[in-house]
């Protein structure tokens, strides 16, 4: 059984920067693809990147690229994602998605390609 357990979230001014992290169980973290995502209040859940199973290989969406930062380590069943630079429009609930099966990494941004997902974590960022 898979779990995944993100964390980090919080009320930040804009500018500013958060840490998330989501930690891994119940199957071997280093055989997942793994993607964030996020959903803000009364809109449909959007990709925010995904990384690689070794982590060699990220990709971002067009409103992440150049702020946030997908990063893992396989040795604590963990992948980060750090955002710089928070604008009011980064404000969401936040969630990390996990593949076996071999699907997202040939399209990383669709959310059924990911059969688990965390819980979520709210980032709320003030104007």
């Known amino acids: 059984q898979v779990q995944l357990v993100e964390s980090g979230g919080g009320l930040v001014q804009a500018g500013g920067s958060l840490r998330l992290s989501c930690v891994g169980s119940?199957?071997?973290?280093?055989?997942?693809?793994m993607g964030w995502f996020r959903q803000a209040p009364g809109k449909e859940r959007e990709s925010v990147g995904a990384?690689?199973?070794?982590?060699?290989?990220?990709y971002y969406s067009d409103s992440a690229k150049g702020r946030f930062t997908i990063s893992r380590d396989n040795a604590k069943n963990t992948v980060y994602l750090q955002m710089n630079s928070l604008k009011p429009e980064d404000t969401a609930v936040y969630y990390c998605?996990?593949?076996?099966?071999?699907?997202?990494?040939?399209?990383?941004?669709?959310?059924?390609?990911?059969?688990?997902w965390g819980q979520g974590t709210q980032v709320t960022v003030s104007s």
């Open positions: 998605a996990a593949d076996f099966n071999a699907q997202a990494v040939y399209a990383w941004a669709a959310r059924q390609n990911y059969a688990y």
């Open positions: 119940g199957r071997t973290f280093s055989r997942a693809f």
């Open positions: 990384i690689s199973y070794s982590g060699s290989a990220t």
